[in-house]
């Protein structure tokens, strides 16, 4: 009997343009989770706090400060935030709008993840990646599936 490799078994390759497509969706998605985690945790200080620096969003976020300025620039860019000298970062109504989406997509998330049995702490956790990447088909699939 001839010995097979190991990887005589996987799958075949996707079609370059297929494949190319996937990885281009992950990179979209890497590229927007940056906007959607600022987005949330702004509109979330502002929320419990009334204010959101950037000193605050930087710490929160793990990242330095240049980094956190970089990124609210961005923000203010694409018009989902405004900001005021010594008075912080505030969202836009776009960028509101956009903050209850992505926390709308992390609970949903969550309770899968929960519904199929993962422990609430590390749910939360591995929800702050699977939100940024998961497609608005498979959210939907999500919450048919938990409202059986």
Do not use: W
Not at 3 to 32: I, M, N, V
Request: glycine share 6%.
């Amino acid at each position: 009997m001839k010995h097979q490799e190991p990887h005589a078994c996987a799958a075949e390759l996707p079609a370059e343009a297929e494949q190319a497509l996937r990885f281009e969706k992950a990179r979209s998605a890497q590229a927007g989770a940056v906007l959607e985690d600022y987005v949330e945790l702004i509109d979330d200080l502002l929320t419990n706090g009334g204010e959101a620096r950037p000193t605050d969003i930087a710490r929160r976020l793990g990242v330095s400060h240049a980094t956190a300025i970089k990124s609210i620039a961005r923000l203010k860019r694409e018009g989902l935030a405004t900001s005021k000298l010594y008075r912080g970062v505030f969202l836009t109504p776009e960028g509101r709008a956009l903050a209850a989406r992505v926390r709308a997509r992390h609970r949903l998330v969550v309770d899968l993840l929960v519904a199929v049995g993962v422990p609430l702490h590390c749910a939360e956790l591995d929800a702050e990646g699977i939100e940024h990447h998961v497609s608005d088909v498979a959210l939907d699939a999500f919450s048919r599936f938990l409202k059986r």
